[in-house]
């Protein structure tokens, strides 16, 4: 299944924004994924947070707008681990991140272990949470069940460094056997598609200008 494994929250989300998309960009490899402002904007977010948290670099003057939100996190008790890569077999064992047995990947922003809770956060850079999509944190959090057998409670949130907003979630062990489910089901229409070769387009509001697969009929520019 090259191209569909490992998988991970977002290339399960951009195969369900269009399969078309997806085959094009992540299967044939035909278009590449332009890095945008916002995007190099993110990364260097990122990088700045993980060494504040992790080595107490100070942050640049240019991100001091979350300090607050940040020091917030590093007051919390237990083990800061930045940039935490969790990986997972097909049969939801834990494995490397790179092993060849690696069928999911996630990776923590900031996770916090304290004894058998958790806080797993995701930095968003973006203006508003008016769209925030939980089903991250989900992801997420079953992961880390996975990881810290001792863990019985994973509160996880999306923080919006720039609007200030925290979108917050709280999962407990019992709900595992639910989610993963949920999960794979979402992620079987993926390898569904692969199976049958079958990657039917996915017309929106975004296909005229903001597509990268020309050669697709919604697109406004083909």
């Known amino acids: 299944m090259k191209g569909i494994v490992p998988w991970s929250y977002s290339r399960l989300k951009a195969f369900d924004q269009c399969p078309k998309q997806f085959y094009h960009m992540k299967i044939l490899k035909e278009y590449e994924d332009k890095e945008t402002s916002a995007m190099r904007y993110g990364t260097m977010f990122h990088t700045a947070a ?6 107490g670099t100070p942050l640049p003057a240019k991100f001091d707008y979350a300090l607050s939100a940040i020091d917030s996190l590093k007051a919390k008790r237990g083990d800061k681990l930045c940039e935490y890569k969790l ?6 064992e834990v494995c490397g991140f790179y092993d060849k047995a690696v069928w999911f990947r996630g990776i923590a922003d900031l996770l916090i272990i304290d004894n058998d809770v958790a806080w797993v956060v995701d930095y968003k850079t973006g203006k508003s949470a008016r769209y925030a999509d939980k089903g991250q944190l989900e992801l997420m959090a079953m992961a880390v069940f996975k990881h810290f057998p001792k ?9 919006f460094v720039v609007s200030e907003d925290l979108i917050t979630s709280s ?5 595992e056997d639910t989610l993963w489910d949920k999960w794979i089901k979402s992620f079987n229409q993926l390898k569904g598609a692969y199976t049958h070769d079958v990657w039917n387009a996915k017309p929106s509001g975004l296909c005229r200008n903001h597509c990268a697969v020309t050669e697709c009929a919604y697109n406004g520019r083909s």
């Open 151 to 159: 863990v019985e409670v994973v509160r996880a949130a999306l923080m």
């Open 171 to 175: 999962y407990n062990r019992e709900q």
């Open 87 to 92: 990986g997972l077999t097909e049969d939801l």
């Open 50 to 55: 993980e060494k504040y948290v992790r080595d």
